[in-house]
């Protein structure tokens, strides 16, 4: 079994920036994709972006491409999500996801899920 453990939400204005990270424990996630998803109240749970297990294939939604970056660092069994230029429409609840296969998974079908970190933009 994989644990994740979100870290990094917080209160931040409009146009300002976070840093989310999700630290994985139980085994080693080197060979796994690792994603990240929100969710706010009364709506689907929507992917924000994935990374598979070497770094090489990257995804971002539409809604969040040039403004965050996910990243990776294996040796600490760690993802990254660097937020920039906030909008209040990213204020949700941040959740980190792993999946074994490595890469080609939908990120809302990963096994492993974590329990989610609020960020929340205010105008």
């Known amino acids: 079994q994989v644990q994740l453990v979100e870290s990094g939400g917080g209160l931040v204005q409009a146009g300002g920036s976070l840093r989310l990270s999700c630290a994985a424990s139980g085994r080693t996630v080197s060979w796994y994709a690792m994603g990240w998803a929100r969710q706010t109240p009364g709506k689907e749970r929507e992917a924000v972006a994935a990374?598979?297990?070497?770094?090489?294939?990257?995804y971002y939604a539409d809604s969040v491409k040039g403004r965050f970056t996910i990243s990776r660092d294996n040796a600490k069994n760690t993802v990254y999500l660097q937020m920039n230029s906030l909008k209040p429409e990213d204020t949700a609840v941040y959740y980190c996801?792993?999946?074994?296969?490595?890469?080609?998974?939908?990120?809302?079908?990963?096994?492993?899920w974590g329990q989610g970190t609020q960020v929340t933009v205010s105008s």
């Open positions: 990374i598979s297990w070497s770094g090489a294939n990257i």
């Open positions: 996801a792993a999946e074994k296969t490595g890469w080609g998974t939908p990120v809302l079908e990963y096994d492993f």
